[in-house]
């Protein structure tokens, strides 16, 4: 039994009020920056109080930023790799839990060993995928000598291009692994007693039909929680789509809030920038608020 102390209580929530004012407080600052003119957001020292121009800095970032074209863009990577990561690690986990093979242990610690190389590690092999997925198998033609064979006996030049440069295909596919997907989706599918699997193969049920019948449903708030996370990543990424889309037309909205960001002699308009911060920041806001009942009960609980 958890002995309750008062003192304790006070100290625990004067941390988490200290916390939330050191979450909500750089915030704060971005909407009183937003909400006032170019003279009232350089003033010295720093205005701590709402401003009358909420609306036209919001109205000049969302048109300076091309917002309507770049939310799309975002929306799109976003849902797409959320969904490709889910469905990846579900398969991949399903694989390492359901089925019988000899390295199926080496495989999950070479899985989880790649949470220790974030995406700025691989970023140069990656990149590298991006513009020629097909670069392996053609080196492997170039090795084999079958692409000089093929030469010489039909004049064909075998030369495989898939470049995924400025296209939707670079900004999600290389991003769509996940480690950390495939360890929560193995650990919740080690919690299915072994009898709902006996049951569900006597019913007759192949592997995929017990994929989709007993364990998406069962796995729901594991998706849930799982989904808000990788939403949130996904709009968030910057220094990939920076390097996928050399085209500025493509660009997604954390690539083009940085381009607004004053640089050199420019003018320092931080009132439009802070309220072009608060349009990026409202999509991920409204996913996480919309999802936080499903998100804790993802975290805090396990269905069987």
């Given at each position: 039994m958890?002995e309750r102390r008062?003192?304790l209580d006070?100290?625990?929530?004067?941390l988490?009020?200290f916390s939330?004012l050191?979450l909500?407080?750089?915030v704060?600052?971005?909407?009183?920056?937003a909400?006032?003119?170019?003279a009232?957001?350089?003033?010295v020292?720093?205005?701590w109080l709402?401003?009358?121009?909420?609306?036209d800095?919001l109205a000049?970032?969302?048109?300076?930023?091309?917002f309507?074209t770049?939310f799309?863009?975002s929306l799109?990577?976003?849902?797409?790799?959320t969904?490709g990561?889910?469905?990846?690690?579900?398969?991949?986990?399903?694989a390492?839990?359901?089925f019988?093979?000899?390295?199926?242990?080496?495989?999950?610690?070479?899985?989880f060993?790649?949470l220790?190389?974030p995406?700025?590690?691989?970023i140069?092999?990656?990149?590298?995928v991006?513009?020629?997925?097909l670069?392996?198998?053609?080196?492997?033609l170039d090795?084999t000598?079958?692409t000089?064979?093929?030469?010489?006996v039909s004049?064909?030049?075998?030369?495989?291009?898939?470049?995924?440069?400025?296209?939707?295909?670079?900004?999600?596919?290389?991003l769509?692994?996940?480690?950390?997907?495939?360890?929560?989706y193995r650990?919740?599918?080690?919690?299915?007693?072994?009898e709902?699997?006996?049951?569900?193969k006597?019913d007759?049920?192949?592997?995929l039909?017990?994929?989709?019948d007993v364990?998406?449903?069962?796995?729901r708030?594991?998706i849930?929680?799982l989904a808000?996370?990788?939403?949130?990543?996904s709009?968030?990424?910057?220094?990939?789509?920076?390097l996928?889309?050399?085209e500025?037309?493509?660009a997604t909205v954390?690539?083009?809030?940085s381009?607004?960001?004053?640089r050199?002699?420019s003018?320092p308009d931080?009132?439009?920038?802070m309220?072009?911060?608060?349009?990026v920041m409202?999509?991920?806001?409204?996913?996480?608020?919309?999802m936080q009942?499903?998100f804790v009960?993802?975290?805090?609980?396990?269905?069987?």
């Amino acid at each position: 039994m958890v002995e309750r102390r008062p003192w304790l209580d006070v100290f625990t929530h004067v941390l988490l009020l200290f916390s939330a004012l050191a979450l909500l407080l750089p915030v704060w600052l971005a909407f009183v920056a937003a909400t006032h003119d170019l003279a009232g957001v350089n003033r010295v020292p720093i205005n701590w109080l709402p401003g009358p121009y909420l609306l036209d800095n919001l109205a000049a970032a969302w048109q300076r930023g091309s917002f309507a074209t770049r939310f799309g863009t975002s929306l799109i990577v976003a849902v797409g790799v959320t969904a490709g990561k889910i469905l990846l690690a579900m398969l991949a986990a399903f694989a390492l839990v359901f089925f019988q093979w000899r390295a199926k242990i080496v495989v999950f610690w070479l899985i989880f060993l790649t949470l220790m190389l974030p995406l700025e590690v691989r970023i140069v092999p990656t990149y590298a995928v991006a513009a020629n997925a097909l670069a392996p198998f053609q080196a492997i033609l170039d090795a084999t000598g079958i692409t000089t064979l093929v030469a010489a006996v039909s004049g064909i030049e075998i030369s495989l291009q898939w470049q995924m440069l400025n296209s939707y295909a670079g900004l999600i596919l290389p991003l769509i692994a996940t480690a950390t997907g495939t360890f929560l989706y193995r650990q919740f599918f080690l919690t299915i007693p072994e009898e709902l699997v006996e049951a569900a193969k006597m019913d007759g049920a192949g592997p995929l039909r017990f994929l989709r019948d007993v364990l998406v449903p069962l796995s729901r708030t594991t998706i849930a929680a799982l989904a808000t996370i990788l939403f949130v990543y996904s709009w968030n990424q910057y220094l990939w789509p920076l390097l996928v889309t050399t085209e500025p037309d493509r660009a997604t909205v954390m690539v083009e809030l940085s381009r607004m960001v004053p640089r050199g002699d420019s003018i320092p308009d931080w009132n439009v920038v802070m309220a072009g911060a608060l349009l990026v920041m409202l999509p991920p806001l409204a996913v996480v608020i919309f999802m936080q009942r499903w998100f804790v009960r993802g975290l805090v609980q396990t269905e069987k």
